[in-house]
């Protein structure tokens, strides 16, 4: 389950490709992408530590409710390619999150 542009509740068709997302991901492709739990996608450390997630195609990535996604580096969408990035839901108790630690030590989080 996830939240629409619009706030309504909706859930990937079963005739849509799912990959939940890992631990060792480098690269998302024109699917839904989905976090199950708690993923962290490199590392704090300095140098090798630092990863970056390719968006080819159009990318559907969603965070359900009571999951998070901390990634150590970036995620680079290059021209022509496009990432939509859906929350789980609007329960305070159970909210989900995304972590971006960049490589110039900028930190985001939605």
């Known amino acids: 389950v996830y939240l629409d542009s619009d706030g309504t509740e909706k859930t990937i068709p079963d005739t849509e490709t799912v990959h ?7 690269k998302w492709s024109s699917q839904w992408n989905v976090v199950n739990g708690h993923i962290k996608i490199g590392s704090d450390s300095t140098g090798s530590g630092k990863k ?5 195609g159009d990318v ?20 022509g390619n496009s990432i939509t990035i ?7 108790d159970s909210a989900d999150s995304l972590i971006i630690k960049s490589r110039n030590g900028l930190h985001r989080r939605w």
């Open 20 to 26: 939940e997302v890992k631990s060792h991901d480098t």
């Open 52 to 56: 970056v997630i390719t968006v080819e």
């Open 60 to 79: 559907n990535l969603v965070i359900p409710k009571g999951c998070s996604l901390t990634l150590y580096g970036e995620i680079r969408v290059l021209d």
């Open 86 to 92: 859906y929350g789980g839901g609007s329960d305070k």
